[in-house]
Each structure stands twice: as C-alpha cells, then as structure tokens.
C-alpha cells in the first residue's frame, strides 16, 4: 500500500500545491482531505471551460463546507453566465470573512436566515435582483454582525424598491448604480453610525453618519438630462437631507453633475455649513464656479482645494463667473490649492489663478497643472504674481515644478 506523503505536509505548502492544479482537480482533492484553504477564488472567464453554472455552484459549495476557507471570490469575466440562486450554505458559513461575487441571482423569495459572523468584507457585483432583491440584500446585511466592508454594484433590470443599509459595524461603503432600463425608480437609505468613508452614485437618503470623514460623491439625484430649476425645487428637501447627513465629512470628493445640482440649488436658499471639512476635490467649470464661492463660505476651516477646471462651451461664461467674495477660509486656513487642466491663456483660467493669488493669506502652495506655457510666458507670470500675491509664503508650481517662489527677498 502506498504511502501518503502529501497529506504529511504542512498546510500552507498543501495550499500552494492545490492553488498550482486545475480547478476540477483543486476541488475534487479538497472532498479527500481536511486541510483548510484560506482563500478560494474562482475566475470563470471561459464558460466552456468550467461547465454549466451548476458545476461552478457545486465547487463552491465543496469550498465552504469541506475546507473552512476564509475568503470567497467567484468572478466573471465573460458577462456571459451568472451563477443562478447559489445554495444557501454560502450565506450561513461560520468561517467567511471576505465574500467577494459576480453574477449572482438574488433569491426572489428570500424565507432564509442569513449568519456570516465572521464576514467583514462583502463586494455584490451585477446582481440580478427579483421581486424580492431588496429584501434579499437587507437580510443578507443584517446578518452580517462584523461587517466592515461593503461594495455593491447594482445593475437594475427591473422595479426595485428602496434599498435599506443599516449595519453598527460598517465602516466603508461603495456603491454604484447602473439602471439598465430608463424610468426605474428607487433608493438607497443608509443608517451606519460608524461609517468612515462612502463612495456613491446613485441615489441615496443617509441617516446617523456622524462618523462620517471621508465621500465620494458621483450622483445627479435623479435629475435629468437637463437640470432645470423646478426640478431640483422638487428634490430640495431631499437634498437638504443629504447634505446636512454628510456634515461631518473631512474630506470631499464630487463629480461635476454632483455640482450642476447643487449649483441651482444653492439659488433656493443658504447652503448647509460643514465646518469639518477640510480638503475639497471637486470638477468646476467656468459656468458653475459661482458655486465655488458659495461652497468655500460654507468652509471655514477649508485647508486644501483640487479643482478639476474646464471652461464651459456657453458663449458667455465670463459673465456667470462671480469671485468677488473673499471667503473666512481664504483669510485665515486654505493653504493648497491645485487647479488641473488649466488654460492661462482663457480668460476664465486666469481669473481663477489670480483670485487665489490675489485673496489666499495664508496659502503655501498653489500648483496650475496642463498650463503649458512657455518659458517666456513662465517669466511673465512669474512677475505678476509676485505684485499681486497676499502670501509671502506661497510657492507656485506649474506642472509639478516649482518655478516661482513668493516672497523671496
């Protein structure tokens, strides 16, 4: 009789061995023997290769039950097969912390009881969401007692009503939405106390955030294609809501449709403070920068500001610009600002580098990035921002170079 010397080895080499075999013999060696596994991840680009999504469900469930593992992750790269209603097991095991899937089809009668006491990580890409989906998620979630971690990219097929986050443990949130047919409706609450960052773009009601330091903000609130103020006087309250839930944030990250919205709505009345917010990274045009200066008054303790600048296609955008205003935190915090894809030479980039220059008193660095100009032009503006400069400690960079230094004697 022949002797196992393989099964004599030490786990982690056993590992090693199975993560170098085919799927089909990984898997079928794992029913042979107790070793654990702590990672199983399974990348079915090629659907002919793996079998039908039956076949992919049975190696899962063989993964869970039989080697323990601690880190679950089934992709799909083709789009081309989702791995129908997986057995329930997956989502009562005792040892899961990370549980990372694609292409899965949500139960449409969610009866089960959900228990994955160990899982701080959970990712749920293009899920296919019945009837049921939202309970699905919210009991999915709920039993999940550690969680950490949570990334959701919803493609909506159908009706879903509104998705509902409540998690005591959460601390990241990530979550994309793409609706696959036009008028659907729906939205997503959140009510994590513990929340430190979140990445949105989809709509969305928050409640009990104060933890909140960190977001990242890509939605349009379910206004378009084009923004007109009666709309967003119909979501005002809704707006309100949001941006009063996130007043705790320290850093701030928003796309340019975020900010066509809140421009309109800031003409309906005062914009909510966030005195803790101390970095802004945000994409301005040249027609939107009114709202520059009413987001830096509602900054007063704003310390770093990116803009992502463009010069709008209106045929008057010099007229809608309006930085006469000099906010508390240019006077007495702001000491960085970085202005990508800026023109000098437009009339409206140029306005925007002075009213820095010319208002910032305590700023260190001002960076103009994409300027490209000459070393001729360099010269220039070297020069004139020297007379017109209100910080003597500035250093200004163009294109990461630092080739002026203010208030050198």
């Known amino acids: 009789m022949g002797y196992d010397r393989i099964s004599a080895l030490p786990d982690c080499l056993i590992t090693q061995i199975l993560l170098w075999l085919p799927t089909r013999d990984s898997i079928k060696t794992s029913v042979n023997h107790q070793t654990r596994l702590q990672k199983f991840k399974i990348n079915y680009d090629n659907y ?30 083709s789009a081309k097969c989702y791995i129908c209603f997986l057995p329930v097991n997956i ?10 899937l694609q292409h899965v089809v949500a139960p449409k009668n969610p009866e089960y009881v959900f228990s994955l006491p160990c899982l701080k990580i959970m990712h749920l890409k293009k899920v296919r969401y019945g009837k049921g989906g939202h309970l699905f998620m919210e009991k999915l979630i709920s039993g999940c007692h550690v969680l950490e971690e949570l990334n959701l990219v919803r493609y909506q097929y159908g009706s879903m009503k509104t998705l509902c986050v409540r998690s005591q443990t959460l601390k990241i949130f990530c979550l994309t939405f793409h609706p696959v047919r036009s008028g659907t409706e729906g939205s997503v ?15 969305i009601v928050v409640k009990n955030l104060n933890s909140l ?10 206004i378009k294609p084009l923004i007109l103020l009666s709309e967003v006087l119909s979501k005002r309250d809704t707006i309100h809501e949001f941006l009063t839930g996130i007043a705790s944030v320290i850093h701030m990250i928003i796309s340019q449709p975020t ?12 914009f909510p403070k966030f005195y803790n917010l101390a970095q802004i990274q945000a994409a301005f045009s040249s027609t939107s920068l009114p709202l520059l200066s009413v987001f830096l008054e509602s900054c007063s303790n704003l310390k770093s500001l990116i803009l992502d600048f463009s010069v709008s296609t209106d045929p008057e955008p010099e007229q809608k610009m309006d930085l006469t205003k000099v906010p508390q935190c240019l006077i007495s915090t702001l000491e960085r600002v970085v202005i990508n894809k800026l023109n000098m030479w437009e009339g409206p980039g140029m306005k925007l580098a002075t009213y820095f220059i010319m ?3 305590v700023l260190k660095k001002l960076s103009l990035n994409d300027s490209d100009l000459t070393k001729q032009e360099i010269d220039f503006y070297n020069g004139f921002f020297m007379l017109i400069r209100s910080s003597r400690k500035c250093q200004v960079f163009f294109d990461d170079m630092p080739l002026i230094m203010l208030g050198r004697n």
């Open 48 to 77: 002919n290769s793996f079998g039908n999504p039956s076949q992919i469900r049975e190696w899962i469930v063989t993964a869970v039950d039989h080697r323990g593992i601690q880190h679950l992750d089934a992709e799909d790269q």
């Open 91 to 100: 989502y009562n095991s005792k040892t899961l912390v990370s549980l990372k």
């Open 259 to 270: 900010l066509e919205v809140l421009y309109h709505y800031s003409k309906l009345g005062p």
């Open 189 to 203: 609450k959140v009510d994590a106390p513990r929340l430190k960052f979140m990445s949105f773009s989809d709509r």
């Open 359 to 361: 208002n910032s008193a």
């Open 213 to 222: 330091l960190k977001i990242h903000i890509d939605t349009d609130f379910n």
